[in-house]
């Protein structure tokens, strides 16, 4: 699928992998929806944009606001979905056993809210005439290496990624007959607002775990293949890693 003159809808769009995809979609020619919790981030990033973008305040997991939110800027060809959290807790701690709200809040954003996007933009990329190769839409979702190598600590965030991991398939398989692709990134350690909170000797050290190139991954260099996978029509129902090679030791 070109870029060119495409409506995308970005989820989590505010800042780190998914601020990168609306940066990239901007320039090359596409509309942009910007979908964020984060107002001030959102609206400043579609200001930054100009005309290509429109920002709409919406929690992924609410049905209503996603949904209000597509109704409004359809048609739209692109879906990538940057929308999760990470907030790390062992299943058993000092205090007890994990919160279980705890563990369903993260499934409630990471997981449930990929699907939601997903389904709702499905939804309305069914209604588009197809292109010349017989598509309608292309959805890209954001999974994690935490999915194959989940560390202590992230019993939570694991198992979001892993879900997303496990409906790629399946889901470019339900959507194949309206022309609609599904395609998984999953990125290693890369240098998001939640990695630059962190003291610098941190960051040096995740970054240096990273086989080739030894360093943080760029946002940038995740739209780089969300344009590939946009771009490439084969593209369908895979989890691409996007890791340098990295594998997260246990802790």
């Not at 997903?118 to 197809?130: K, T, V, W, Y």
């Not at 309206?178 to 909170?197: C, E, M, N, S, Y």
């Not at 995740?206 to 593209?235: C, K, V």
Request: overall charge neutral; some cysteine.
């Amino acid at each position: 699928m070109e870029l060119t003159a495409t409506r995308a809808i970005v989820a989590g769009g505010a800042s780190g992998l998914g601020a990168a995809c609306a940066r990239m979609l901007a320039a090359n020619g596409a509309s942009v929806a910007i979908l964020d919790v984060n107002e001030t981030a959102g609206r400043a990033l579609a200001a930054e944009l100009g005309p290509a973008a429109t920002f709409f305040e919406a929690d992924v997991s609410n049905e209503t606001a996603v949904k209000s939110a597509i109704e409004a800027f359809r048609p739209i060809q692109i879906a990538i979905n940057c929308a999760g959290i990470a907030p790390a807790q062992r299943t058993v701690g000092k205090e007890g056993p994990a919160p279980l709200d705890w563990f369903a809040t993260v499934v409630r954003v990471n997981l449930i809210g990929t699907f939601n996007v997903a389904r709702l933009a499905a939804a309305a990329m069914s209604a588009n005439q197809p292109n010349s190769q017989g598509e309608r839409g292309v959805i890209v979702n954001t999974a994690s290496i935490a999915a194959f190598d989940g560390q202590i600590g992230q019993v939570a965030y694991a198992a979001s990624k892993g879900g997303i991991v496990g409906l790629t398939l399946p889901m470019a398989r339900d959507l194949s007959r309206l022309g609609i692709r599904v395609v998984t990134i999953a990125p290693g350690i890369f240098d998001t607002p939640l990695l630059g909170k962190m003291p610098e000797e941190v960051r040096a050290s995740l970054g240096a775990q990273t086989p080739f190139p030894p360093r943080l991954g760029q946002p940038s260099e995740y739209a780089h293949l969300a344009r590939h996978i946009i771009e490439n029509t084969m593209l369908n129902g895979e989890v691409i890693r996007l890791d340098g090679a990295m594998r997260m030791a246990p802790k």
